[in-house]
Structures are given as C-alpha cells and as structure tokens.
C-alpha cells in the first residue's frame, strides 16, 4: 500500500521558515518523482515543487520561486520542503504526491495534477502574525 505522510506544518510568523518532510512507503521509492502542491480553504489546489527520482532535478511554482527548496534522501524515503521568508498567502495544507507515470522535467510538469496518483494527509502551514 502506498503511503505518504506529511508532516513539519505550524503556525510562523511572516518571515518565518518552516521544513517540511514527506516519509513515504509501500513503493520503490527511489524510482519515482515527488511533488508538492497546496490547497487553501475555498481555493483551487496549486502546485508548489516537484523533484526528479535522482534529486537531480527540481522545479518551483513561480509563487514559491526563490524562498522554497525541495530535496530528498532515498535511503530515508523522504523528501523535505525547506520554506522561507514565508507570506500568508503561503498559509495553506500541504501535500506531497507520486504516481507511476508523474513527470518532473520542467515547470509545466508541476500543474499535471491527473498524474498525481497517490497523496495522504497534508500538514497544516499557517502564516500570520
């Protein structure tokens, strides 16, 4: 059974950081790419960061660019979200994702939200002071 459980959310002032972490099991996970994305209450789900299989390639929603960087340990089977200088339009539950056929080869590939076949429980992030 695949798994993904997110966790690290809080409540953090603006300008804050947060990292967030992603343990997943039940698949080869060294095989697949990971995604991130967000959903706020009332509003469309939005993606946030995707990385390759390898860690070898990362891509960034332009909302996220330059304050959030995604990596990962195979030999954990986790990825992390480091966040910060976070804004309370970040304030959101967030969610890390896979499925078999989920690509991660360039920004358009982090809106494929049909390949997003697998994601559990988010984790709450709230910004504000």
């Known amino acids: 059974e695949v798994q993904l459980q997110a966790s690290g959310g809080g409540l953090v002032q603006p300008g804050g950081s947060l990292r967030l972490s992603c343990e997943a099991s039940?698949?080869?996970?060294?095989?697949?790419?990971i995604g991130w994305f967000r959903q706020a209450p009332g509003k469309e789900r939005e993606a946030v960061s995707c990385?390759?299989?390898?860690?070898?390639?990362?891509y960034y929603a332009d909302a996220v660019k330059g304050r959030v960087t995604i990596s990962r340990d195979n030999a954990k089977n986790t990825v992390y979200l480091q966040m910060n200088n976070l804004k309370p339009e970040d304030t959101a539950a967030y969610y890390c994702?896979?499925?078999?056929?989920?690509?991660?080869?360039?920004?358009?590939?982090?809106?494929?939200?049909?390949?997003?076949?697998?994601w559990g429980q988010g984790t709450q992030v709230t910004v504000s002071s």
């Open positions: 994702s896979t499925g078999s056929a989920l690509p991660c080869y360039s920004d358009d590939d982090l809106w494929v939200f049909d390949l997003y076949d697998y």
């Open positions: 039940g698949f080869r996970f060294g095989d697949y790419n």
């Open positions: 990385i390759s299989s390898s860690g070898g390639s990362a």
